[in-house]
Nanobody, 124 residues
Framework: QVQLVEAGGGLVQAGGSLRLSCAAS????????MGWFRQAPGKERDIVAA????????YYADSVKGRFTISRDNAKNTMYLQMNSLKPEDTAVYYC?????????????????WGQGTQVTVSS
């Protein structure tokens, strides 16, 4: 049974930083493409960043390019999202997701497993 557990969310002032983590269990983590999504109240769940199973390929939404960094440590079965220069518009619930069928995906419909989400709130 696959489990994804996010941690690291919280309240931060604009311009600050947070580091999210996603710990995976129940299946071979090093074979999974992983992604971070976020959902603000009343909005769709959108891709933030994605990373291939080896970490050699990454994708970033335009809104976070240059500010966020996705990474993974396959030895620790954990994925990370380093978020710098945070803005109020980054406020959302952040979800990690896993896909064992593709090299890398930016579509939420491709992901098979989801974490419970962690709240990130950026105050102005």
């Amino acid at each position: 049974q696959v489990q994804l557990v996010e941690a690291g969310g919280g309240l931060v002032q604009a311009g600050g930083s947070l580091r999210l983590s996603c710990a995976a269990s129940g299946r071979t983590f090093s074979s999974a493409a992983m992604g971070w999504f976020r959902q603000a109240p009343g909005k769709e769940r959108d891709i933030v960043a994605a990373i291939s199973y080896s970490g050699s390929h990454t994708y970033y939404a335009d809104s976070v390019k240059g500010r966020f960094t996705i990474s993974r440590d396959n030895a620790k079965n954990t994925m990370y999202l380093q978020m710098n220069s945070l803005k109020p518009e980054d406020t959302a619930v952040y979800y990690c997701a896993a896909d064992w069928g593709r090299l890398l995906s930016t579509s939420k419909s491709d992901y098979d497993y989801w974490g419970q989400g962690t709240q990130v709130t950026v105050s102005s």
